[in-house]
């Protein structure tokens, strides 16, 4: 089996458990308070800049240029798009300042940042994956269960639903085997180590935004 089906069933029950959180349901059905998903997506802009950042480095420490290109190419991508998503719901919304990073965005972007930093490049790749991977599987499952009707919350579902995303994820996922099968078992453990950690992250970036955790 490959690494990326392997390590996807690992994580299978985080997956299980973000699908049922209650920020994940009511953001299905339009029902989610905007209070938290403007902390949500306060957070959200700090995590992406400094998402891109480590894309960057992880660009800059590839091993040919092909590779190099894409993670520029996601950096960018993490940079533009997705900031053009965050300012129109900022408008829409009237928040505005730069918000103070708190304790669970804080451990995600120091988590990876450090890993893109100091770790082989293979474990660097596998942690940023499941924001790509998880994103992914959430927006195509709230499209699917998702009843007709308004929704305030659907630029955000389509974003992720979409099919050019689609293909950004196909790529990541692509390049993380291409490179657990040339390195070692150890290193191809700590890929996965590093992509559990990463999911569980997720996992507790929601959860403070539904519980609007601050330090
Ligand atoms: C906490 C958090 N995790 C993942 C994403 C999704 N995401 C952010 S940048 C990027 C790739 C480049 O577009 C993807 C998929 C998010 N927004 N916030």
């Given at each position: 089996?490959?690494?990326s089906?392997?390590?996807?069933?690992?994580?299978?029950?985080?997956?299980?458990?973000i699908?049922k959180?209650?920020f994940?349901?009511?953001?299905?059905d339009?029902?989610?308070p905007?209070?938290k998903?403007?902390?949500?997506?306060?957070?959200?802009?700090?995590?992406?800049?400094?998402?891109?950042?480590a894309l960057a480095?992880?660009g800059a420490?590839a091993?040919?240029?092909?590779?190099m290109l894409?993670?520029?190419?996601f950096?960018?991508?993490?940079?533009?798009?997705?900031?053009?998503?965050?300012?129109?719901y900022?408008?829409?919304?009237?928040?505005?300042?730069?918000?103070?990073?708190?304790?669970?965005?804080h451990?995600?972007?120091?988590?990876?940042?450090s890993?893109?930093?100091?770790d082989?490049?293979?474990?660097?790749?596998?942690?940023v994956?499941?924001?790509?991977w998880i994103?992914k599987?959430?927006?195509d499952?709230?499209?699917?269960?998702q009843k007709?009707?308004e929704?305030t919350?659907?630029a955000?579902i389509?974003?992720?639903?979409g099919?050019?995303?689609?293909?950004?994820?196909t790529?990541?996922?692509?390049?993380?085997d291409?490179?657990?099968?040339?390195?070692?078992p150890?290193?191809?453990?700590?890929m996965?180590?590093?992509?559990?950690?990463?999911?569980n992250?997720e996992?507790?970036?929601w959860d403070?935004?539904?519980?609007?955790?601050?330090?």
């Open positions: 089996m490959s690494w089906k392997d390590t996807w069933q690992t994580i299978s029950p985080i997956y299980n458990r699908i959180m209650p994940i349901e009511e953001l299905m339009g029902s989610l905007l209070e998903f403007q902390f949500y997506m306060s957070q959200d802009s700090a995590y992406l800049e400094n998402f891109g950042r480095l992880i420490r091993y040919d240029t092909q590779n894409t993670f520029l190419q950096a960018e991508n993490a940079i533009i798009v997705e900031s053009a998503l965050h300012e129109s900022f408008k829409e919304f009237g928040v505005s300042e730069k918000a103070i990073v708190q304790p669970a965005c451990h995600y972007i120091n988590f990876l940042k890993t893109a930093a100091l082989n490049l293979e474990v660097a790749m596998a942690a994956l499941p924001c790509f994103y599987a959430v927006g499952y709230i499209l699917e269960n007709d009707g929704n919350y659907q955000w389509d974003t992720y639903a099919e050019e995303f689609g293909e950004a994820v790529k990541a996922i692509q390049i993380c291409e490179h657990a099968e040339k390195t070692t150890q290193i191809r453990a700590r996965t180590e590093a992509f559990v950690t990463a999911s992250l996992y507790h970036f403070a935004g539904y519980s609007l955790r601050t330090w």
